[in-house]
């Protein structure tokens, strides 16, 4: 398959499982229980349906990929585990708007760290839009700055990072870490098997998380981790802004909750940045294509 082909596929694979993921945090919240259960739930029919998939997979077919591809796996399922803990422990802490546009920022973690450990240096326009949103995010954190909410925001500041070390240890690996993400649940499992054990079972509509935990989590964590074997980092963590844009509108519609203006005013600077940006590097990548085959005609 020729470069530009992967990219494209690494792109269509991506958005897919963008998509999928911006009803996660509405479907936790329809389920209506206490955070352990509902990472217990939530954790353990993900495992249980990727095992599934996988064994189906490998029965049919000699190219099933690996559930963990060596070192660079484990460390990958690892992150992806902590990604988990601190993503749903920061749905109970704060609101979809905060989460959601603070977990954007990953794109920015993305960048530095491909910069860093990859050596695919950021051109000057990304270090601009990293630093607007930079910004952006101050605003939305100063905002929840004596609300109770910034536990929560650090949270999912926390979650961005997990997510962006992750994305670029499997890019550096050049590995499928599909169900890598999948097997990573058993960290948050076991420790909300814990929890559980000591204060109980909460969950009032078990049957929304059970929903989210077989079907969506499967396909948008296998795709958002399949994504960096075609296409960049940055690039991966550019579809999490799906879920930014979406995820509030659907908990607005079916919940009524409003975000503050701190949160619109500090989410429209990372949304218009994200945005401008994609848009520059599309044009960019078509020019420079163009020049291309200027150069060298077929």
């Known amino acids: 398959m020729s470069p530009h082909r992967d990219h494209q596929k690494g792109l269509l694979i991506t958005a897919i499982g963008g998509l999928t993921l911006t009803v996660d945090i509405p479907l936790i919240r329809l389920a209506d229980g206490g955070a352990w259960t509902i990472m217990l739930l939530r954790t353990s029919t993900t495992f249980v349906a990727a095992m599934i998939i996988w064994s189906v997979w490998r029965a049919l077919s000699?190219?099933?990929p690996p559930l963990i591809p060596g070192w660079a796996g484990m460390i990958v399922a690892t992150l992806y585990g902590l990604t988990g803990i601190s993503f749903v422990t920061a749905v109970y802490h704060t609101s979809t708007a905060d989460l959601v546009f603070i977990l954007a920022f990953n794109t920015v973690f993305a960048g530095l760290l491909s910069w860093i450990f990859l050596r695919e240096r950021p051109r000057l326009v990304t270090i601009a839009a990293m630093l607007i949103m930079i910004l952006g995010v101050l605003v939305i954190v100063g905002?929840?700055?004596?609300?109770?909410?910034?536990f929560g925001d650090f949270m999912a500041l926390c979650s961005a990072?997990?997510?962006?070390v992750a994305i670029t240890i499997?890019?550096?690996?050049g590995k499928d870490m599909?169900?890598?993400s999948l097997v990573g649940v058993l960290l948050p499992m076991a420790l909300a098997a814990l929890m559980v054990?000591?204060?109980?079972?909460?969950?009032n509509a078990p049957w929304w998380i059970i929903f989210n935990g077989a079907v969506i989590m499967p396909i948008s964590f296998f795709c958002l981790a399949a994504g960096p074997k075609y296409i960049s980092g940055p690039e991966v963590a550019?579809?999490?802004?799906?879920?930014t844009v979406l995820a509030p509108v659907w908990v607005w519609m079916i919940f009524a909750e409003t975000p503050t203006r701190n949160s619109l005013i500090g989410g429209?600077?990372?949304i218009v940045t994200l945005v401008a940006h994609s848009l520059w590097q599309l044009h960019d990548g078509r020019r420079q294509r163009g020049d291309l085959a200027v150069h060298h005609p077929v």
């Open 62 to 64: 000699r190219n099933a």
């Open 143 to 150: 905002g929840s700055v004596g609300t109770g909410k910034l």
């Open 161 to 164: 990072f997990f997510i962006a």
């Open 170 to 173: 499997s890019r550096a690996s």
């Open 178 to 180: 599909g169900f890598t």
């Open 197 to 203: 054990s000591g204060e109980g079972f909460h969950v």
């Open 238 to 243: 550019m579809f999490y802004l799906l879920e």
């Open 268 to 270: 429209a600077i990372l």
